[in-house]
Nanobody, 126 residues
C-alpha cells in the first residue's frame, strides 16, 4: 500500500521556522516528482513547491520564494520542506504529493500528482 506521511507541523510565531518531512512507503518513487501543497481554511488547495527526482529542478510559488526550500533524500525515501520567515498567511494544512509528470508548467496543478499524504497542520501566530 502506497503511503505518504507528513510530519513536522505545529504552532510557530511569525518569523519562525519549521521543517516538514514526508516519508514515502509502499513502492519505489524512483523517477517521481515530489510536491508540497497547502490548504488554508475556506480556500482551495494551492501549490507550494516541487522537486524533480534527481533534485536538479525545483519550483516554488512566488509567495514562498526565498523563504521555503524543498529537498529530498532518495536513499531514505524522504522529502522535506524547510520553511523560514513564516508569516500568518502561511497557516494551512500542508500536503505531500507524488507524481510522474515532469512538465514544469503542469506541476503547479494537483492534477499532476497521483499520491497524496494526509497532511500536517502549520499554524503561524502573529
Amino acid at each position: 500500500q502506497v503511503q505518504l506521511v507528513e510530519s513536522g507541523g505545529g504552532l510557530v510565531q511569525a518569523g519562525g521556522s519549521l521543517r516538514l518531512s514526508c516519508a514515502e512507503s509502499g513502492r519505489t518513487f524512483s523517477g517521481w516528482t515530489m510536491g508540497w501543497f497547502r490548504q488554508a481554511p475556506g480556500k482551495e488547495r494551492e501549490f507550494v513547491a516541487a522537486i524533480s527526482w534527481r533534485a536538479g529542478s525545483t519550483l516554488y510559488r512566488d509567495s514562498v520564494k526565498g523563504r521555503f526550500t524543498i529537498s529530498r533524500d532518495n536513499a531514505k525515501n524522504m522529502v522535506f520542506l524547510q520553511m523560514s520567515s513564516l508569516k500568518p498567511e502561511d497557516t494551512a494544512v500542508y500536503y505531500c504529493a507524488a507524481g510522474l509528470d515532469r512538465e514544469s508548467s503542469r506541476l503547479y496543478s494537483d492534477d499532476a500528482y497521483d499520491y497524496w499524504g494526509q497532511g500536517t497542520q502549520v499554524t503561524v501566530s502573529s
